[in-house]
């Protein structure tokens, strides 16, 4: 299958800080990529569609100035948590279809805002 | 849009049972079915799928079902070990660029030793 993979693995910072997650896909272009947000034992909210070369898609109810997303190219899509807050720590993962194909997930990136 | 449903949210099995995880969806537009599993702390890897085109698929302890008129699909875990203790999560998509996947709330198996 298709390797995703997310940078870092976890990170912890201070309040009102900025953190940048990378998503990349090792094997394959992707046009699109999805950022998704989980919590504890909870399934896979999606945030937004990551669109090569245009604006991201945000989903209803999630803050496009809050979570910036920026997919420069074929092979990287990033996410920037600014002005972190202890509610924005989560479980952050990356997904990316190659070709139209199925979903394949990053490992994820365990974000814990103090 | 659409709504996966997904049961039951936990299951615990003894080794060597099988385990049926069940879904449903409410769009008929929906053509693809993917199962991933989830270990702790890390992101879900897919383990099966299967299209609208198709009834059942099975790779090996692995089997899924799909009845496209009843809009469900299951999971079947055969002969289960404990490494196959994690959450598993359906989905259902519309299977074409760009589109999002919909996806089931997560059953978390464990399989007792």
């Known amino acids: 299958g298709a390797v995703v993979s997310q940078h870092p693995s976890w990170v912890i910072c201070k309040s009102g800080t900025s953190v940048k997650i990378e998503c990349r896909s090792l094997?394959?272009?992707?046009?699109?990529m999805f950022w998704y947000r989980q919590f504890p034992k909870q399934s896979l909210m999606l945030m937004a569609t990551?669109?090569?070369?245009?604006?991201?898609?945000?989903e209803q109810g999630v803050e496009k100035d809050k979570f910036l997303i920026n997919h420069a190219s074929l092979t990287l899509s990033t996410l920037t948590v600014t002005s972190a807050h202890p509610e924005d720590s989560s479980f952050y993962i990356c997904?990316?279809?190659?070709?139209?194909?199925?979903?394949?997930f990053g490992p994820g990136t365990r974000l814990t805002v103090l | 849009g659409e709504n996966v449903e997904q049961h039951p949210s936990t299951l615990s099995v003894q080794e060597g049972d099988s385990a049926v995880i069940k879904c449903t969806y409410s769009d008929s537009a929906s053509n693809y079915f993917p199962w991933y599993k989830q270990e702790l702390g890390k992101g879900p890897q897919l383990i099966i799928d299967i299209r609208s085109n198709v009834g059942e698929k099975k790779d090996q302890r692995i089997a899924v079902t799909l009845n496209k008129t009843a809009k469900h699909f299951s999971l079947h875990i055969t002969e289960t070990q404990p490494e196959d203790s994690a959450v598993y999560f359906c989905a259902a998509s519309q299977l074409r660029a760009g589109n999002q996947f919909y996806f089931g709330t997560g059953t978390s198996l464990t399989v007792i030793p």
């Open positions: 997904s990316a279809p190659p070709r139209g194909d199925t979903q394949y």
């Open positions: 094997d394959f272009q992707a046009t699109t």
């Open positions: 990551s669109n090569e070369g245009s604006k991201a898609t945000y």
